[in-house]
T-cell receptor, first 116, second 115 residues
Framework: GENVGLHLPTLSVQEGDNSIINCAYS??????FIWYKQESGKGPQFIIDIRSNMDKRQGQRVTVLLNKTVKHLSLQIAATQPGDSAVYFCAENIPGENTGFQKLVFGTGTRLLVSP | EAQVTQNPRYLITVTGKKLTVTCSQN?????MSWYRQDPGLGLRQIYYSMNVEVTDKGDVPEGYKVSRKEKRNFPLILESPSPNQTSLYFCASRRTGSLYNSPLHFGNGTRLTVT
C-alpha cells in the first residue's frame, strides 16, 4: 500500500467504540473546513464539511465540531467499524487568496486503526 | 460511475527522462488540480485549471507542466524528472463556483519514483 501514513499519529480503537480525531488549523480567516478519509491505495474521499458560522454538523455516524476560538476541528465517528480504518485529514479553506478563488490547505492526517 | 482516472498507478523512471501522468474525469467538471503527497506533509497543490486553456500555478509548480486542451483531461508533465519529485500524485476535479456545494473528487493516485 501507499506509505503516506508513515509518520502519522495513530489512533487505535476497538470496533464499536467512538473515535475522535483532532485537527488544529492555521488561519483564523478560514471560512470552511472539510474532513477527508484516505484508505490505503486510494485517493482522499470527502466525509463531511462545516462552515465557519457553525460549530457542529452531523452526518451519518460522523460529527464535526469546530472551535474557532482555539482554531480546532474534530471529527467524531460513532460505533467505529473496521471499514473506518484509514488516514483522516482536515482541510481549511482560506478565502481571498489566489485571485479570489478559494484555496484549500490540507493537514497531515491521523491514522485510525480499528480492531475487530 | 463518476470518477477521476489517473494513469499509470505506479511509475519508476530515471532522472531526466520525460514523463506524463494522465488524468481524466467524466463529471464535466470545470476545475481540475494536481497535488503531491509526501510523508509528514499535507497535500500540496502543483497546478490547477479553472477551465479549458486556463491553468495556473499552485504552491509547488517547479519542475512540472500541465495542459488543459479538453475539459475532461489534465495531464501532468515532468520534462526532466529529478529524485525530489518522487512522490504520490493526485489529480482532483470539481465544479466551479462555491466550494461549499462542490467538493473535490480525487483520483486514486500515481506513485512516482525517480532514481
Amino acid at each position: 500500500g501507499e506509505n503516506v501514513g508513515l509518520h502519522l499519529p495513530t489512533l487505535s480503537v476497538q470496533e464499536g467504540d467512538n473515535s475522535i480525531i483532532n485537527c488544529a488549523y492555521s488561519n483564523s480567516a478560514s471560512d470552511y473546513f472539510i474532513w477527508y478519509k484516505q484508505e490505503s491505495g486510494k485517493g482522499p474521499q470527502f466525509i463531511i464539511d462545516i462552515r465557519s458560522n457553525m460549530d457542529k454538523r452531523q452526518g451519518q455516524r460522523v460529527t464535526v465540531l469546530l472551535n474557532k476560538t482555539v482554531k480546532h476541528l474534530s471529527l467524531q465517528i460513532a460505533a467505529t467499524q473496521p471499514g473506518d480504518s484509514a488516514v483522516y485529514f482536515c482541510a481549511e479553506n482560506i478565502p481571498g487568496e489566489n485571485t479570489g478563488f478559494q484555496k484549500l490547505v490540507f493537514g497531515t492526517g491521523t491514522r485510525l486503526l480499528v480492531s475487530p | 460511475e463518476a470518477q477521476v482516472t489517473q494513469n499509470p498507478r505506479y511509475l519508476i523512471t530515471v532522472t531526466g527522462k520525460k514523463l506524463t501522468v494522465t488524468c481524466s474525469q467524466n463529471m464535466n467538471h470545470e476545475y481540475m488540480s494536481w497535488y503531491r503527497q509526501d510523508p509528514g506533509l499535507g497535500l500540496r497543490q502543483i497546478y490547477y485549471s479553472m477551465n479549458v486553456e486556463v491553468t495556473d500555478k499552485g504552491d509547488v509548480p517547479e519542475g512540472y507542466k500541465v495542459s488543459r486542451k479538453e475539459k475532461r483531461n489534465f495531464p501532468l508533465i515532468l520534462e526532466s524528472p529529478s529524485p525530489n519529485q518522487t512522490s504520490l500524485y493526485f489529480c482532483a476535479s470539481r465544479r466551479t463556483g462555491s466550494l461549499y456545494n462542490s467538493p473535490l473528487h480525487f483520483g486514486n493516485g500515481t506513485r512516482l519514483t525517480v532514481t
